[in-house]
Nanobody, 121 residues
Framework: QVQLVESGGGLVQPGGSLRLSCAAS????????MGWYRQAPGKERELVAGITSGGSTNYADSVKGRFTISRDNAKNTVYLQMNSLKPADTAVYYC???????????????WGKGTLVTVSS
């Protein structure tokens, strides 16, 4: 029902910035909770940031103050602005959509295919 396509990943030096985008296909996008997850090599996938249909946000402690999640419902797009990037931020970043915060990231949520972010000198 919902298709998600991430973009904006790439190679960036420590301290640099990137903005990721997630374009969603559905006309009911504005009712979904959206999130960004990441998975580093050899590690479990983790929630980086989430945003509700009403605009409330939450962040992992590791990115708080550096990353900002936002959404543009008119464009069916969610963004992740990443500043002050560290090598530990290197991961594949995935967009996710769910009908509630409780299902975000779970079996009934929707996933994009991911975009790779590499932070290295």
């Amino acid at each position: 029902q919902v298709q998600l396509v991430e973009s904006g990943g790439g190679l960036v030096q420590p301290g640099g910035s990137l903005r990721l985008s997630c374009a969603a296909s559905g006309s009911i996008f504005r009712f979904y909770v959206m999130g960004w997850y990441r998975q580093a090599p050899g590690k479990e996938r983790e929630l980086v940031a989430g945003i509700t249909s009403g605009g409330s946000t939450n962040y992992a402690d590791s990115v708080k103050g550096r990353f900002t999640i936002s959404r543009d419902n008119a464009k069916n797009t969610v963004y992740l602005q990443m500043n002050s990037l560290k090598p530990a931020d290197t991961a594949v970043y995935y967009c996710n959509a769910g009908t509630s915060m409780g299902v975000l990231g779970g079996a009934m949520s929707y996933w994009g295919k991911g975009t790779l972010v590499t932070v290295s000198s």
